[in-house]
């Protein structure tokens, strides 16, 4: 069964397909960038900044990992 973009976009859980797990990482991490950088910049000294995106990215990759043993089944 596939999800909508946005279900796939808000979920804790991996995508419904590669291609939809990447469009979401590249668009919530971006997200993620803009406010720590863009619009907060003063609100997190440097350090945590850099975390944050760090957080965000390992978050994706492991997202990913629990997805390829499904999408290799299709």
């Known amino acids: 069964m596939k999800r909508s973009l946005a279900m796939d ?30 619009i907060f910049p003063d609100d997190l000294r440097e350090a945590w900044r850099w975390a944050l995106l760090g957080a965000t990215v390992v978050y994706f990759v492991l ?12």
């Open 9 to 38: 976009l808000m979920s804790v859980g991996r995508a419904s397909t590669p291609a939809r797990e990447v469009l979401s990482a590249i668009v919530q991490i971006g997200a993620v960038a803009l406010l720590v950088f863009v």
């Open 63 to 74: 997202r990913a990992a629990a997805g390829l043993p499904t999408w290799r089944r299709r």
